[in-house]
């Protein structure tokens, strides 16, 4: 089982970048894919999942109404639009696939599988 995120970077406020979390191994029917973030200093926080199951969504109050969380079964791949991007979301993001009993939940606890990371920065 692997995931790949990828899509991150610089950009200033109010911008948008959109995440990709390509998975390997296992397929996007099976688990419920997480997206996560953990800024220097703090913990690593949940910020939006998809479940297996009916692909139903969730977020974090913080990125909701900018943060859009999709998934493509025919690539494998989940996705996570962000925009209208403030400082604080500044902040490395990890995708991950949870255990299959899981439908929806923002507790890395439950999470098993996680990609490696990709850096978003929102400053000006």
């Known amino acids: 089982v692997q995931l790949q995120a990828s899509g991150g970077g610089l950009v200033q406020p109010g911008g948008s970048l959109r995440l990709s979390c390509k998975a390997s191994?296992?397929?996007?029917?099976?688990?419920?894919i997480g997206w996560f973030r953990q800024a220097p200093g703090k913990e690593r926080e949940g910020i939006s999942c998809?479940?297996?199951?009916?692909?139903?969504?969730y977020y974090r109050d913080s990125v909701k109404g900018r943060f859009t969380i999709s998934r493509d079964d025919a690539t494998n791949t989940v996705y996570l639009q962000m925009n209208s991007l403030k400082p604080e979301d500044t902040a490395v993001y990890y995708c991950?696939?949870?255990?299959?009993?899981?439908?929806?939940?923002?507790?890395?606890?439950?999470?098993?599988?996680w990609g490696q990371g990709t850096q978003v920065t929102v400053s000006s």
């Open positions: 191994g296992f397929t996007l029917d099976k688990n419920s």
């Open positions: 998809i479940s297996w199951k009916d692909g139903r969504t």
């Open positions: 991950a696939a949870a255990r299959p009993v899981v439908l929806i939940s923002l507790e890395p606890s439950v999470y098993d599988y």
